[in-house]
């Protein structure tokens, strides 16, 4: 294995992006989404093992940022008693979904810091790599806890700082300046959020790294997947293929030429009084 490198500190965090810009490219991607989702089936499935291992039992489950619908409907099999409700900020993402599923799911375009359901409607609010596309994290899961009935369970998944950090070092060297990877919550700041809204959550944490072949396909697969950089500075003009050829040079690599690429992620599970 190569030299692993210490995460730079002082590279500076880019301001969120718009909802609608959120939207839209995820929208673009809900042909590409699930080809090149290794990361959301590996931290969903790990969501869906530990609910297996509760013993959860739900009667109505929300899907919170469900995408292509993926999750939505291993959820259906998983509880197959169980009303479900599917819903994604993207319209293009939920037009996906509904035409690749049982038409038993119910699904809905809508804000997750802004939700149009009553309190105490669903036993399980599920919710895999979205909300660190909030802004307001915080107003998401007092969301979440408004909903669920008494004694419903919780499970969300997220990425935190770090997540990135050589793509981030890369371009930070390949481009001076201009900030190319998408802000994460710090942990400390994510366990403060979580604590201030559910009391008493399991907070879990692991870091996952993936291979990939070469810096072009760690870019790739984030383009297929709508999760490319969002944020306010990005550039308006195509980026130069120049500056895409110095930051592969830049990308720290392995031993045998492969790279890695981290995601530090936060699982939270919860269950309501």
């Not at 290794?38 to 489950?61: E, F, Y």
């Not at 292509?68 to 900020?89: C, M, N, S």
């Not at 806890?145 to 981030?168: F, M, Q, V």
């Not at 050829?245 to 599970?269: H, N, Q, W």
Request: aromatic share 8%; glycine share 8%; charged share 25%.
């Amino acid at each position: 294995m190569g030299v692993i490198r210490t995460p730079p500190e002082s590279l500076g965090q880019p301001v969120p992006a718009a909802k609608s810009d959120i939207a839209r490219e995820f929208g673009r991607a809900s042909t590409t989404y699930e080809q090149a989702s290794r990361l959301q089936r590996r931290m969903g499935d790990a969501m869906l093992a530990r609910l297996t291992q509760q013993n959860a039992a739900p009667r109505t489950i929300l899907d919170l940022g469900c995408g292509t619908g993926w999750f939505t409907r291993a959820l259906q099999k998983r509880f197959p008693e169980a009303q479900i409700v599917g819903v994604d900020l993207s319209p293009g993402m939920i037009e996906k979904a509904r035409s690749s599923s049982p038409e038993s799911i119910q699904w809905l375009t809508a804000d997750a810091e802004s939700l149009p359901f009553s309190a105490d409607t669903f036993d399980l609010v599920f919710s895999n790599l979205m909300i660190q596309w909030c802004q307001h994290p915080g107003t998401v899961l007092a969301q979440c806890r408004r909903l669920l009935r008494p004694e419903g369970r919780l499970a969300i998944s997220t990425l935190l700082d770090g997540t990135l950090w050589e793509l981030k070092q890369a371009w930070a060297a390949a481009d001076p300046g201009q900030p190319h990877v998408n802000r994460f919550e710090k942990p400390e700041a994510w366990r403060d959020i979580t604590n201030n809204v559910l009391p008493g959550a399991g907070l879990v944490t692991e870091t996952i790294r993936l291979p990939y072949g070469r810096p072009m396909a760690l870019n790739r697969e984030l383009k297929l997947l709508g999760a490319g950089f969002k944020g306010e500075g990005r550039r308006k003009s195509v980026t130069a293929p120049g500056r895409f050829k110095l930051m592969s040079r830049a990308y720290p690599s392995e031993d045998d030429g492969c790279i890695l690429a981290t995601y530090e992620s936060a699982f939270v599970f919860w269950r309501a009084p």
